[in-house]
């Protein structure tokens, strides 16, 4: 991590993100899906869904819309059969990217972020080719109002968190894999619903890029998250302060 320069990183990556807010809920519905069908379709006893659900609602997924894709899912046609994959390589500017799928078809998804990665000019590698360069961690962001600095810090300790980082908008709390359901229940039982909560991959080390580097990595990204199989994409990339304004104009 570089600290508060990759978390504005982060921030740029999901404005874009955003603003292909529509493509989004066919993403959201198959992780609704696939969460539904691990375990019971009740939110309160099955928390993968509960996070999928908290998803769908940070895209303004429609309730009644939320509602049929979980009836969907654990009803007796049962819908589109996913699975997960993973997708490990490098890219433009030997940056490491983790790409994580959920896919009636693995065949076509491979194919797919294959062509990614080689007309980029990366290479797809195998399976924890770079993944050990990252950090899997629980993600909990809830926006700066919701409590002071030093209350969510003292909360979220209290709760098994690892850590607050605190900027003018947002409170984002890191937990390691195993307490992350349990970190986000106590603070969601004290300050509400999170903006949100998800598993995360962070990289150890960042690879600080120029404009020109940047450009033709975000394009490379935009390609990989326009894909339909395609849940979420992390690189362990930096920008300086101001070319990350730049590029977010």
């Known amino acids: 991590m570089a600290g508060h320069s990759q978390f504005k990183n982060i921030m740029h990556r999901k404005g874009a993100q ?4 529509a493509k989004q809920f066919g993403k959201v519905i198959r992780e609704l899906t696939v969460a539904a069908r691990e375990g019971l379709p009740d939110p309160a006893a099955n ?28 009803g007796a046609g049962g819908g589109d059969d996913y699975v997960e994959v993973r997708y490990e390589g490098y890219g433009p500017a030997g940056v490491a990217v983790i790409v994580e799928a959920l896919t009636d078809n693995r065949n076509r998804t491979a194919s797919d972020v294959r062509a990614a990665f080689s007309k980029s000019g990366g290479s797809m590698g195998e399976s924890n080719s770079v993944s050990f360069m ?48 349990a970190v986000r229940d106590v603070l969601e039982t004290r300050y509400g619903e999170p903006e949100s909560a998800k598993l995360d991959w962070r ?38 302060d101001d070319l990350a304004e730049k590029l977010s104009s």
């Open 18 to 21: 955003d603003a292909r807010r």
């Open 134 to 181: 990252f950090r899997r961690l629980g993600v909990i962001t809830y926006p700066a109002s919701a409590a002071t600095e030093d209350d969510m810090l003292d909360a979220a300790i209290e709760a098994g968190a690892e850590n607050v980082a605190t900027t003018a908008t947002a409170h984002e709390v890191t937990c390691e894999v195993e307490s992350f359901f």
């Open 203 to 240: 990289p150890e080390n960042t690879v600080t890029l120029d404009e020109e580097k940047a450009r033709s990595l975000f394009k490379f990204l935009d390609v990989l998250e326009d894909n339909d199989d395609v849940q979420n994409v992390y690189a362990n990339f930096d920008l300086p």
């Open 47 to 74: 928390p993968r869904l509960r996070a999928a659900i908290a998803a769908a609602r940070e895209v303004n997924m429609p309730k009644d819309t939320i509602e049929r894709a979980i009836k969907k899912a654990t």
